[in-house]
């Protein structure tokens, strides 16, 4: 009876490696090309100071709507895309749309501190990606000083020449960085002062359950504690109710993004938030 059990066990592993297999090669076929096909959009979310009334900044992120098909979430497509490459011509398109948007808003007199944009390992790896940014980013009319690249911790954890040379570029250029979804990855702390971040973003996750587990609670403060000794800006996101808000204002919390403010809104949506000073 084991060994039958075992039998299925193994035929159910099998089945379920062939259709993520498959789903995973049809995701990789529908994006060879998507950007050509303009299936791509960006969404926008703003980033809220806490204090005063310094603008907000703005997190670009990614859409896909398949035609036919309907909404792809990036969670489901992004891994595909690094694994297939094709998260190289996705990113350019990003960044160059995002600064083209950024540029359009300034142009409208809306007021904002800055665009940040999403950036994958793998993007990272190209050569020349820190130049190519630079590049695309004056191109479309913006400022490298108002870009800001989020990256994750596990991009910094690479330690090579060739990336300690994509980050002098950048920051030569004024190029911004935010290490996004902070204390979820690899937190070999030693890198965090080794490359020139301005930013790090707490992931979701504590922001959740900070009200309601005290452990949690005491991680998102310990967060916000070495942000600050490190000389960074400490930005919360997933901030979903009022009480996230005001404790996390209490705790010294710089910035804090969430539904509570806003869900990522189209482009014209996004400029009358902006607008309406909803903040
Ligand atoms: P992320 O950069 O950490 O972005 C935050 C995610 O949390 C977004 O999901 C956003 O819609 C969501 N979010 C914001 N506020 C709240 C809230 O209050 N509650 C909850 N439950 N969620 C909130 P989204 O847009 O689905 O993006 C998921 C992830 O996909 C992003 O996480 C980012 O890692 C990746 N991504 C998105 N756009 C791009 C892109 O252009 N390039 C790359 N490489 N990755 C991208
Ligand atoms: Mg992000
Ligand atoms: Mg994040
Ligand atoms: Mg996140």
């Known amino acids: 009876a084991a060994r039958e059990k075992g039998g299925n066990t193994y035929q159910f592993h099998t089945q379920e490696v062939v259709r993520t297999?498959?789903?995973?090669?049809?995701?990789?076929?529908?994006?060879?090309?998507?950007?050509?096909?303009?299936e791509f959009s960006l969404v926008y979310q703003p980033v809220v100071a806490s204090k005063g009334d310094h603008p907000p900044g703005?997190?670009?992120?990614?859409?896909?709507h398949r035609p036919g098909i309907g909404y792809c979430s990036p969670v489901d497509f992004i891994p595909v895309a690094e694994s297939c490459g094709e998260i190289v011509r996705i990113g350019d398109w990003v960044l160059t749309e995002a600064c083209r948007q950024a540029v359009a808003w300034e142009k409208a007199g809306l007021s904002f501190s800055r665009i940040s944009?999403?950036?994958?390992?793998?993007?990272?790896?190209?050569?020349?990606?820190?130049?190519?940014?630079?590049?695309?980013?004056?191109?479309?009319?913006?400022?490298?000083?108002?870009?800001?690249?989020?990256?994750?911790?596990?991009?910094?954890?690479?330690?090579s020449d060739a990336l300690r040379n994509c980050f002098q570029t950048l920051e030569a250029h004024g190029v911004l960085l935010?290490?996004?979804?902070?204390?979820?990855?690899?937190?070999?702390?030693?890198?965090?002062?080794?490359?020139?971040?301005?930013?790090?973003?707490?992931?979701?996750?504590?922001?959740?359950?900070?009200?309601?587990?005290?452990?949690?609670?005491?991680?998102?403060?310990?967060?916000?504690?070495?942000?600050?000794?490190?000389?960074?800006?400490?930005v919360a996101e997933g901030a979903e109710q009022p009480e996230h808000c005001a404790w996390l204002h209490e705790q010294g919390c710089d910035e804090v993004q969430g539904y509570y403010y806003t869900?990522?809104?189209?482009p014209r949506e996004m400029a009358q938030w902006l607008r309406s000073g909803r903040v």
């Open 263 to 266: 869900r990522p809104l189209p």
């Open 178 to 234: 935010a290490i996004d979804d902070f204390g979820t990855g690899f937190s070999n702390l030693r890198y965090l002062n080794r490359f020139p971040v301005q930013r790090l973003k707490i992931d979701r996750s504590f922001v959740s359950d900070m009200l309601t587990d005290r452990n949690t609670s005491e991680v998102t403060q310990a967060i916000i504690h070495l942000g600050h000794a490190l000389g960074m800006r400490v």
């Open 117 to 159: 944009v999403n950036i994958s390992a793998v993007q990272l790896r190209d050569p020349g990606f820190a130049e190519r940014v630079v590049a695309l980013c004056k191109r479309a009319g913006w400022t490298p000083q108002r870009l800001e690249l989020e990256l994750t911790e596990s991009v910094l954890i690479l330690e």
């Open 21 to 38: 297999t498959r789903r995973r090669l049809e995701l990789e076929q529908a994006l060879r090309g998507a950007v050509e096909r303009e």
């Open 58 to 64: 703005i997190e670009a992120l990614l859409r896909w």
